[in-house]
Every structure is written in structure tokens, then in C-alpha cells.
């Protein structure tokens, strides 16, 4: 569809804009790419400097959202925001970005080629005409938007003080359900989330099940928690095994990692680089950070080979 503006009692308005509790409904939306589907909406927010865990479990958790009949809310940010954009698109699912500018300005740049594809795909929706520059207090204003056009909001990684901790205020406020997924207490990312947890403001998520569970259990498709998961039994030698249950979210050394296992360094570098072609584990930098499936593999019962 072209270019249009819709205004309350058009039969494309969202009529859960109209309840955003104390944040005022927008006057007017312009919109862009397909008409504004009846289908459960989830927001995904998140950090613009995401960890590849965040990167990880936002792609794990949108694409198990899409399979069940979620579409994707997000601000077209950089980090999560355009990680769950695409995660939703790559799943063969409907994304519909909130922006904080006009229709027809390119910000951020990198996510232009984005941009064109929710425009193809999905839906680009803002309260700002045209020619409208992406000012600073745009962006709080565009979060009642994305929280309210949801059935929940769910943050993947933010600071105490970040603009996915005001939309999930916002949710709050508005009666919507709140999820979090739990980081790190060492990664200054994962403090909001955390926080929204320990204040019992989210419902902790580690796989998309937890949502299900919450808001929409006839959305749960068989296995719903193992979506994306391969099944097939994971054989790992000693060596592996061992420094895998070192590796976190955030990055371990390999002369940390020797100390820790009092293991020679060649050990160690043979089990790393087996784990890193074997994408259980990421290098980063001077050290290394275990991946999504490691997680996943750490967390199962995984089959010993013998020791070589």
C-alpha cells in the first residue's frame, strides 16, 4: 500500500492506541509498506550496544514469537530493535517498526537496507510528518507507541536508564503484561531487566515458552520451547565439556580458563577452537563468550566422549 495518514475510526487505526493508560493516544499516524494486521503483537526492546547473548536470545525468542502468530514491534533501532526487526522478517513474519522521525528520513543510516525491507514487508508507522528530524525527545514520545500497539513488551538487555526500561514503564501503566530476559550482573546492559525482574515488574523469560505461558497459551505450538532448537544429541570430549562450563555472556580468557581447570594451555586452545567451529562458543576480542546454542548444550545432557 502507498503512503497514508489514518485517524481514530479509520478501519486500519489500531484501537489498542486508545488505551495507553495515562500517556495521551497519538492524533494521527502516517504510515508506510501493509495494511496494519488484526494479528497478537509483541514488542521486543532493547539496548543499542547489545552482547551477542542479547543478539542471541533476541533472534531465538522472536523466531519462536513468529511461529506461533506474534508480529514484531520495535523502533528500528540500532542493537535488539533491528535484530528483532530482521529476526521477525528472516522467520517469514510481520514486523511493524514505530519510528521517531518522518517517513521519509533515513536514521540511523545503517539500517536503511532495513528500513527498505519493512517497508516491503512489513509496516513503518510514526506520529511525525514528513521532513521531521529524529530529535531526542522524539524517542520516549514514540515508546508509548510500540508499547501500546502490543499485547506485552518484552526487554532484551537495557540500562537502568534507557528508553526500553520507559517503554516498559509504559506498558506497565497501560495494563500490558511486561517480560524480561535475565543478563549478567557484570554487564551494565542487562540492569534494567534485572531490576524489572527483582521488582517483580517482568516475568522472567529464557525461552519463548515463558511467554506463552503468561499471556497467550493457545498460542503454544507443540515443543513450543524447543522452537529453533536442534535435537539431535550433542558429543563432547572431556576437554570440551570442561572448558564450555566456563564460558558466560561475557568474555573469559584462555589463561583464565587454563587456571581455572589447572589444564595446559594447548588443551584448552584444542577444546576453544573445536567449540568455536562447532558454534558453542565465539571469540571476542582476547578471550571468548559461549553462544546461544552452547547455552543450550551446556544446559542439556550432552554425551561424553572419551577423553582424547
Same mark, same amino acid.
Given at each position: 500500500m502507498?503512503?497514508?495518514?489514518? /485517524?481514530?475510526?479509520?478501519?486500519e487505526w489500531p484501537s489498542q492506541l486508545d488505551e495507553l493508560g495515562a500517556a495521551r493516544p497519538p492524533q494521527a499516524l502516517y504510515v508506510d509498506g501493509r495494511e496494519i494486521p488484526h494479528q497478537p503483537l509483541m514488542?521486543?526492546?532493547?539496548? /543499542?550496544?547489545?552482547? +551477542?547473548?542479547g543478539l542471541d536470545a533476541t533472534k531465538t525468542l522472536v523466531t519462536g514469537l513468529v511461529e506461533a502468530g506474534f508480529g514484531i514491534v520495535s %523502533?528500528?533501532?540500532? %542493537?535488539?530493535?533491528?535484530?528483532?526487526?530482521?529476526?521477525?522478517?528472516?522467520?517469514?513474519?510481520?514486523?511493524?517498526a514505530v519510528? %521517531?522521525? %518522518?517517513?521519509? $528520513?533515513?536514521?540511523?543510516r545503517r539500517n536503511a537496507d532495513l528500513k527498505r525491507r519493512i517497508r516491503e514487508q512489513g509496516t513503518l508507522v510514526t506520529e511525525y510528518e514528513a521532513g521531521v528530524q529524529p530529535y531526542k525527545s522524539h524517542f520516549p514520545e514514540r515508546n508509548r507507541i510500540i508499547a501500546g500497539l502490543a499485547l506485552g513488551t518484552l526487554v532484551v538487555e537495557g540500562g537502568? @536508564?534507557?528508553?526500553?526500561?520507559?517503554?516498559?514503564?509504559?506498558?506497565?501503566?497501560?495494563n500490558r503484561s511486561v517480560f524480561a530476559v535475565p543478563g549478567s550482573f557484570r554487564n551494565v546492559m542487562s540492569a534494567g531487566s534485572n531490576e524489572l525482574i527483582r521488582a517483580s515488574q517482568a516475568g522472567l523469560v529464557t525461552e519463548v515458552r515463558h511467554i506463552f505461558e503468561e499471556l497467550a497459551p493457545e498460542f $503454544?505450538? $507443540?515443543?513450543?520451547?524447543?522452537?529453533?532448537?536442534? @535435537? @539431535? /544429541?550433542?558429543e563432547l570430549d572431556d576437554n570440551e565439556a570442561s572448558v564450555l562450563s566456563l564460558l558466560d555472556d561475557v568474555t573469559v580468557s584462555p589463561d583464565r580458563i587454563c587456571r581455572e581447570l589447572q589444564c595446559e594451555t594447548g588443551r584448552v586452545a584444542l577444546a576453544l577452537a573445536r567449540l568455536e567451529m562447532r558454534g558453542l562458543a565465539l571469540r571476542r576480542? +582476547?578471550?571468548y563468550q559461549i553462544t546461544a546454542a552452547g547455552a /543450550?548444550?551446556?544446559?542439556?545432557?550432552?554425551?561424553p566422549e572419551a577423553s582424547r
Open positions: 502507498t503512503n497514508r495518514t489514518l /485517524r481514530r475510526g479509520d478501519a514488542a521486543v526492546v532493547g539496548s /543499542r550496544r547489545p552482547t +551477542i547473548a %523502533g528500528m533501532a540500532a %542493537g535488539i530493535d533491528a535484530a528483532a526487526h530482521e529476526a521477525a522478517l528472516d522467520a517469514g513474519g510481520y514486523t511493524l519510528l %521517531g522521525f %518522518g517517513l521519509d $528520513v533515513d536514521y540511523p537502568i @536508564k534507557s528508553g526500553a526500561l520507559i517503554t516498559a514503564r509504559i506498558a506497565l501503566d497501560a $503454544v505450538p $507443540v515443543d513450543a520451547g524447543e522452537l529453533g532448537v536442534e @535435537k @539431535k /544429541r550433542v576480542g +582476547i578471550g /543450550r548444550v551446556r544446559g542439556a545432557d550432552v554425551c
